[in-house]
């Protein structure tokens, strides 16, 4: 298995709050992706990072920002939670070398609810 | 908006082969086909893929159409660990490689 933790692994919090998740890899890999998955539907990239202190938006960034300031550790931050943030948040990892055609490995998954 | 069109459930008997269908009509020529499948609980795990050419692994087989515009996932011996969803995504170059996911196929196996 992949290197990959996610910290907290459940949490709950209140509307206005705000929240950060972690992700950790061991495998030094250059890319790593946030993705939000909701009952019955697949998972849809909030956003992603090419490298240190590198990052782009995915197709439902709204309301969520990022950073990545060691290859290892990749933080979604929600700076005031709604209810509509209410998921089940996914890291994933990939080396970036073959583009298209490369594997994505992924985290545990973090269950967020929002009160 | 998901780019693979995949039936919402399957379901097949245990120890025999398993035919997942997917639909990819608006595919590019630089779109690689992946598949990958989630247990109950787990993140997804990735399962196989390919551009043109019909693929095999140690997991399963990816056959593609010649026109590209399908493809099916084969599973040749299912197994009760096999009881999954899985989901049939597309590699989408001209929107930076993001992987584009659909639905997917939850599949039942019967005992």
């Known amino acids: 298995d992949a290197g990959i933790t996610q910290s907290p692994r459940h949490k709950v919090t209140e509307t206005g709050t705000p929240v950060t998740l972690r992700c950790h890899q061991t495998?030094?890999?250059?890319?790593m992706y946030w993705y939000r998955q909701d009952p019955g539907h697949g998972l849809r990239l909030i956003h992603y990072?090419?490298?240190?202190?590198?990052?782009d938006k995915g197709e439902v960034s709204d309301g969520y920002s990022v950073s990545r300031s060691k290859t290892e550790d990749f933080l979604l931050t929600l700076e005031s939670a709604t209810s509509s943030q209410t998921s089940v948040y996914f890291c994933?990892?990939?080396?970036?070398?073959?583009?298209?055609?490369?594997?994505?490995?992924f985290g545990p998954g973090t269950r967020l609810l929002v009160l | 908006d998901a780019k693979t069109t995949q039936p919402n459930s399957m379901e097949s008997n245990e120890e025999e082969p398993v035919h997942l269908p997917c639909n990819h009509s608006?595919?590019?020529?630089?779109?690689?086909i992946h598949w990958y499948r989630q247990l109950p609980s787990q993140g997804p795990e990735y399962v196989i893929h390919?551009?043109?050419?019909?693929v095999n692994n140690r997991m399963a087989s990816l056959a593609i159409a010649e026109d590209r515009k399908s493809s099916t996932l084969i599973l040749h011996r299912a197994t009760l660990r096999d009881a999954a969803v899985y989901y049939c995504i597309l590699s989408v170059s001209d929107s930076n490689y993001q992987l584009i996911w659909g639905a997917g196929t939850k599949l039942i196996i019967k005992p």
């Open positions: 495998e030094n890999h250059r890319y």
């Open positions: 608006t595919i590019s020529g630089t779109d690689y």
């Open positions: 994933a990892i990939s080396g970036g070398y073959s583009r298209g055609q490369e594997t994505q490995y």
């Open positions: 390919g551009l043109t050419s019909n």
């Open positions: 990072s090419y490298g240190v202190k590198d990052t």
